[in-house]
């Protein structure tokens, strides 16, 4: 992807005209910058046109830095998924190929192309610079799909990747060491236990150690040397409350006693249809730096024992055998490293499941506004060793999107708002509770903004990848 793209197409041969019409008028000399009498009579001499005054050519440059995006920012993309029609549970449901982004620019949702078919129960991963959509179902969930796509936000286009060899929905999709691991999923017949790898060097899938067990509506999510897989529900409908550990490098899943180093990871019980996402903060040593303004004790203790934690999966949501709801929930990848007992999170404000989550880093000076993607792939973590650096703390919050109540008296996605978990204080937020606290303005802000996603979805794919924000041309169609 380019290192800067012009925030308009146009601007290029705008700037490129001004500056010729003040060459042809005779701009000033940039020898006699620093002469303040030459200065004062170039001045004089190059009034420019009634409407503006010659500048420096010199100064055009700095002009023109100003209209240019120096990286691409990390955006937030949802795709497919399942809209409930109006009205009463049951009165159906549409399949949607549709997908969009969320612009951090503009702080707005931009459509985007649509996929090449509507995609229910479908996973999407980053691998390189893509957004690789796999599997899914779309009329029938007994004819999932085998075509996996990738989207390139650098021409907003969308190709075709070679397909799964296993087709399926409620799959798990994850990027480890530049490949691309699809695990577990119902293929229509069955759960399965499928996991297959796609090698973007040499283009082809292959079958690799099948899971433990056949499990679909899990989650998967890569840390270290090892990919996770979480959750999920077996061939008799039973929800798994198992962690499951692999090893890409020696293509095995280990067992709990192998893993001598390590504590044994479990739910505190089975669920599906969840949200997961990976809380890494080893990358981020200053972050969250007790920031909860000493508003309460509590909030204190929260940021402290959050700031000792090395990495976990945030486990949100979903259909659990635990009543009456199941708690949010913080599997520690570094446990013996970072903290002695595990800490605890509140349940979701609203239960619900089929929902898609992400953690995201903003910083306290500048709240939500973008982050620009380092040559490594990092996304915010040099950004915020140099804000960190300069007295600024890195303070990670979950964002929770879509889904559907599981209140039976309720239409399906009425009330499914977004929500944020403040990581620093481990507290929910929501439109609803924050017009009592003065002190979330930026949070209110925020979910006021993402709450303007296009469509309603359930059982979509989501994920974070990096991307321009859009031309002034996609915003006049949107």
């Known amino acids: 992807m380019s290192s800067c793209r012009w925030s308009d197409p146009e601007a290029p041969t705008a700037l490129l005209q001004l500056l010729l019409e003040d060459l042809r008028q005779g701009a000033p000399e940039a020898n006699n910058s620093n002469d303040n009498n030459n200065s004062n009579n170039n001045n004089n001499n190059h009034k420019g046109s009634d409407l503006r005054p010659v500048l420096w050519p010199s100064l055009w440059q700095h002009v023109a830095s100003f209209l240019r995006y120096p990286a691409p920012m990390s955006m937030v993309y949802v795709l497919g998924g399942r809209q409930?029609?109006?009205?009463?549970?049951?009165?159906?449901?549409?399949?949607?190929a549709t997908a969009e982004v969320f612009?951090?620019?503009?702080?707005?949702?931009?459509?985007?192309p649509p996929m090449s078919t509507a995609r229910v129960g479908a996973a999407a991963a980053l691998l390189g610079n893509l957004v690789v959509v796999a599997g899914g179902y779309n009329g029938s969930m007994f004819l999932p799909l085998s075509s996996v796509e990738a989207f390139d936000p650098a021409t907003r286009s969308w190709h075709s990747l070679p397909s799964l060899p296993t087709r399926?929905?409620?799959?798990?999709?994850?990027?480890?060491?530049?490949?691309?691991?699809?695990?577990?999923?119902?293929?229509?017949?069955g759960v399965t236990a499928a996991n297959e790898v796609y090698n973007s060097s040499t283009g082809s899938w292959s079958a690799v150690a099948p899971l433990p067990l056949h499990l679909a509506g899990g989650k998967a999510d890569a840390y270290g040397r090892y990919i996770y897989y979480a959750g999920g529900c077996d061939e008799n409908d039973r929800l798994s409350d198992a962690v499951f550990v692999y090893d890409p490098a020696l293509d095995l899943w280990i067992a709990d006693n192998d893993r001598s180093n390590e504590p044994r990871l479990k739910l505190s019980a089975g669920r599906t249809s969840f949200a997961m996402s990976l809380l890494n903060n080893n990358n981020?040593?200053?972050n969250c730096n007790n920031n909860s303004n000493n508003n309460s004790?509590?909030?204190?203790?929260?940021?402290?024992?959050r700031q000792k934690l090395g990495a976990s999966l945030v486990v949100i949501g979903g259909v659990s055998t635990s009543e009456p709801s199941p708690q949010t929930e913080l599997l520690l990848l570094d446990e013996k490293e970072f903290c002695e007992k595990e800490p605890h999170a509140p349940a979701m404000p609203q239960h619900r499941s089929g929902c898609r989550s992400t953690v995201l880093w903003p910083l306290p000076r500048r709240p939500y506004?973008?982050?620009?993607?380092?040559?490594?792939?990092?996304?915010?973590?040099?950004?915020?060793?140099?804000?960190?650096?300069e007295g600024g703390a890195a303070c990670p919050f979950v964002l929770v999107l879509g889904g559907e109540t599981l209140h039976p008296d309720a239409p399906p996605t009425e009330g499914c708002s977004p929500l944020v978990l403040d990581m620093s204080r481990l507290t929910w937020e929501s439109l609803e509770e924050l017009p009592t606290k003065t002190d979330r303005v930026d949070f209110k802000h925020f979910l006021k903004a993402v709450r303007g996603m296009r469509t309603s979805r359930i059982a979509f794919a989501m994920t974070v990848a990096p991307g321009w924000p859009a031309a002034s041309s996609e915003l006049e169609r949107a």
């Open 84 to 96: 409930p029609k109006p009205g009463i549970r049951g009165a159906g449901e549409e399949h949607l």
């Open 103 to 112: 612009d951090w620019w503009h702080c707005r949702w931009v459509p985007l």
């Open 168 to 189: 399926r929905y409620g799959l798990a999709l994850t990027t480890f060491d530049g490949c691309l691991y699809a695990m577990g999923g119902d293929d229509g017949v």
């Open 284 to 286: 981020n040593s200053n």
């Open 297 to 305: 004790s509590s909030g204190a203790s929260s940021a402290t024992s």
């Open 369 to 389: 506004l973008p982050w620009t993607q380092d040559e490594t792939g990092g996304g915010p973590d040099r950004k915020v060793s140099e804000e960190t650096e």
